[in-house]
């Protein structure tokens, strides 16, 4: 082999090495900054996310706005063993008044600052109320978050929960890639 044609395949070669790191430091600051994908687990957020679902987050649109009643969201929580991501919708914000009415009906509907909430996104009753001391206002900068399977949610009904501070929330969920669908 000639030295100019080695000379070519070695700067052929550093090239394709400089172009692969290029594009691996590309996909991780878009993967860390930008969007990640999420799997979803459990079933707190059934019937609309199942276990084994796979959501993609977007990171920076609480960079610039604020997380907004219905918005679903991956949330940072410290429970006593260890750090957990859960999925969850926000419910109410910082200055809002949560509270639980027993109906004749015998279940629990949602109250939000004194008006009954229509919740077509659960499928079925509430029967758990959590622990906190009700009714609940949301702290400024704080966001009161639920699953959508209210009686299998460790939420913010919770006190080991608790309303999740904007800085424990990694983004919002704005589309499923299994199954595929974009999430208002």
Request: aromatic share 10%.
């Amino acid at each position: 082999m000639s030295e100019t044609r080695k000379k070519r395949k070695q700067k052929e070669l550093i090239q394709w090495i400089a172009s692969l790191i290029i594009v691996v430091a590309i996909a991780f600051i878009i993967r860390t900054f930008v969007v990640c994908p999420v799997m979803v687990k459990g079933i707190s957020m059934e019937p609309n996310f199942h276990h084994g679902d796979i959501v993609l987050v977007n990171r920076l649109e609480y960079r610039f706005s604020e997380p907004k009643k219905d918005d679903i969201v991956i949330c940072d929580y410290e429970s006593s063993t260890n750090e957990k991501k859960i999925i969850k919708r926000v419910i109410g914000v910082g200055g809002d008044t949560i509270d639980f009415v027993w109906t004749d009906h015998k279940y629990y509907t949602l109250e939000l600052n004194g008006e009954t909430v229509d919740e077509p996104y659960i499928n079925e009753d509430m029967y758990h109320l959590g622990d906190i001391s009700l009714p609940y206002k949301v702290g400024e900068g704080e966001y009161f978050v639920m699953g959508d399977n209210r009686n299998e949610s460790n939420d913010s009904r919770y006190a080991q929960v608790g309303a999740i501070k904007k800085k424990n929330i990694t983004g919002k969920v704005f589309m499923s890639l299994k199954p595929f669908r974009i999430i208002k």
